[in-house]
Structure formats: C-alpha cells, structure tokens
C-alpha cells in the first residue's frame, strides 16, 4: 500500500506514540523515512529481512521501500519524511543507526518547528543540519537479512524459532541435504556473511527486546544458547561496541533527556 502524504518541501517531522503490541500494516512512501525510536523498541519488517530499532537509535528507510513496523513496549516515535531529492546518496538502503545527540535535539526541535507560523528560515536552517548529521551517522549491526535459497531458508526460519540451538553447518547440511561448503557459499553469497555472523546478529535482535523487558543478562544468556554471561557480554560487546550493562545504562540516561 502506498501511502500519501501530501507534505510540502523537503522534510516534514511527526511525533507518534503506540501501545505495547501494536503493529503498522505493510506499507510505503514516496519519501524516505528516518525512523527514530525515543523510547520503546521497534521492528522494521521488509522483503529484505528485518531490523531492530532499539531506544535512541533509528532506521532509515529508502523511498518506495515496502514495511511495516512492530511495537515492542511503550513506543515514543519521532520520525522524518524526506524528499527523495534531499536523501543523502549514501543511504540507498535500510540500516540502523546511532542517533548523535545533536541529532536528537534536531529532531525534536524540527517536531516543535512543524507547528510554527512564522519559522520558514529557521525551519530550513534546521532541516539542513539534520540532513548533514544523517549522513555521517554510524550504521549498526541490528539487520537480520532473510535469504531466497530454499535451504538457507529452512535454516534461518528453525532459527528464529530457536535461536538458542549450537548446531553447526554440517549438523545443518544433513537437515537440508547440501555440504557445509554449499551453505557457507549459500551465506556468503545471498546475506554477504558467514552462518556464525548470522546465528550472532539474530542473537542480538533477540537478546534487545529481552533486555529492556527486565531480564537479567546471566537469563538472556541462557536463553540464547550461551554457556555464561560473559560469553554473551563478549558477543554483545563486539557487535554494539558496550557490554548489556553499560549499553542498558547509556539507554536509560538518554531515555531521560528525552522526556526533560
């Protein structure tokens, strides 16, 4: 479904709140669209796979590109439609990314601007500067691609259904009838990484709602598949560059400004 928006100029900025479970239907837009989660975590669904948008990050979405969306948790949405002809070139498909606090304070003030008279300077001084701050943004590791072969597939989706399993690439080659060589071509070629990169990633997108839910990190660790908590705050570390702790804390403190 495409969805109209009848804006004028180059951005325009919404403020939206959802409930806990509550959904987008599939849909697209002319525009691109940056998504941005101030608290709540969010879940980009696309043909390509799926992202996790944690609290204080963001997705961009490219025009035309078809989604939908899922609410985990009391949602605080801030979002930006902009014009296909002002999207930063650089962004030519969907990524999570680490929102700046300069950023922030954009995107807030660019909500507050929308709803100003008298503020057509001001407003395109700071559309301007939030288009700067986007395209020199750092992408995250919270896409979860899905795959067209028929057997990687039938991998990814046992998976999603049990992240916790360590089954390795042979045990799954026996399942799916291919080589373990097959599938890591398979891997390589059609999600541009490695089964271990993979079964990671999809990890992390599980482990994210788990953790702003409350449960410890020692759980989710078990939950998933890992032998201690040290093991998954490696894993954690290496992908988000912070331990569970420290990156739960950071969240926390920036939720608060958020709402000051």
């Known amino acids: 479904m495409l969805l109209k928006l009848h804006r004028q100029g180059r951005m325009s900025a919404v403020a939206r709140d959802y409930q806990d479970g509550a959904l987008v ?4 837009h002319d525009e691109a669209q940056f998504l941005y989660a101030a608290q709540g975590l969010m879940r980009l669904v696309t043909a390509a796979g799926a992202w996790v948008i944690p609290p204080t990050r963001a997705v961009w979405i490219p025009p035309g590109v078809e989604h939908q969306i899922f ?3 009391q949602v605080q949405m801030r979002t930006l439609f902009i014009s296909a002809e002002a999207a930063p070139t650089s962004l030519d498909d969907c990524c999570v990314l680490a929102v700046s ?5 954009l995107i807030l003030r660019a909500i507050q601007l929308e709803e100003a008279a008298d503020a057509e300077e001001h407003r395109n001084l700071t559309q301007r500067l939030i288009l700067h701050e986007i395209a020199a943004l750092e992408r995250m590791p919270l896409h979860l691609p899905m795959p067209e072969d028929r057997r ?7 998976l999603l259904q049990t992240p916790e399993q360590d089954r ?3 045990d799954w080659g026996l399942e799916v009838g291919a080589s373990s060589r097959t599938l890591a071509r398979l891997f390589a070629r059609e ?5 271990n990169e993979w079964r990671q990633q999809l990890r992390l997108t599980q482990a994210l709602p788990r953790l702003l839910a409350g449960q410890s990190v020692q759980q989710v660790a078990i939950d998933l598949g890992y032998g201690s908590g040290r093991a998954f705050s490696a894993m954690f570390r290496r992908l988000l560059g912070e331990n569970p702790r420290e990156y739960m804390a950071n969240l926390g403190r920036l939720a608060t400004l958020e709402n000051t």
């Open 191 to 195: 999600l541009a990484m490695g089964f």
């Open 71 to 73: 609410m985990s948790g």
């Open 152 to 158: 990687l597939r039938a991998i990814c989706l046992a």
């Open 101 to 105: 606090p300069l950023l922030r304070e």
């Open 168 to 170: 390795t690439l042979e």
């Open 25 to 28: 239907e599939r849909h697209r």
